[in-house]
């Protein structure tokens, strides 16, 4: 089973589980203090895993190194491989 | 460490997520537990709309990136037309 297929299985049995539940539909009832918490929680869940995605990326910009050699290098290459190209008698 | 402007847009993005999560959790899980007449209830708009910005903003984003999917393709189209 791939993770994909886990993810989005485990995502629909939530789902169930919230509509049951903000529903009455289930076994037992849940207050309606605590319903109102867990209506917009799926709306939630997703913000938090954005925020999560967005802090993520913002500590890898935040703590990744400058590679000069290897930016140097990588020009090197590209101007290499243009000229290579442009003898062949590729317009760029 | 990564140079001056890199560190400022992370710090940038990490504050950003932070401010959005602590009032997001604070409206959400919080505020229907504090009583309807305490002054932090001013802060935070009808709960309706806690659901509502973030479907809207999500739609607004599919548009956005559906409209831009179309240029891009428009334009490979164009230009293997004119080779």
């Known amino acids: 089973m791939t993770k994909l297929l886990e993810w989005l299985i485990g995502g629909l049995v939530f789902l169930v589980v919230w509509a049951t539940l903000i529903t009455d539909t289930a076994f037992f009832q849940v207050s309606d203090q605590i319903k109102e918490v ?18 993520s990326v913002g500590y890898g910009v935040m703590t990744f190194n400058d590679c000069i050699e290897a930016h140097r290098s990588l ?8 000229d290579d190209l442009k003898r062949k008698g590729m317009t760029m | 460490m990564a140079t001056g402007t890199d560190r400022f847009v992370g710090a940038g993005m990490i504050g950003f997520s932070l401010i959005v999560f602590i009032y997001y959790t604070l409206w959400v899980i919080v505020l229907p537990f504090v009583e309807k007449d305490h002054a932090i209830q001013q ?36 230009r ?4």
């Open chain 2, 43 to 78: 802060l935070f708009l009808p709960r309706a709309y806690a659901v509502i910005i973030p479907i809207v903003a999500g739609i607004v984003l599919l548009f956005i990136l559906t409209i831009g999917f179309c240029l891009i393709m428009s334009k490979n189209k164009d």
């Open chain 1, 38 to 55: 867990f209506i917009p929680l799926p709306v939630y869940l997703l913000i938090v895993f954005a925020c999560y995605s967005l802090a």
């Open chain 1, 75 to 82: 020009k090197k290459e590209v101007s290499e491989a243009v």
């Open chain 2, 80 to 83: 293997k037309k004119t080779k």
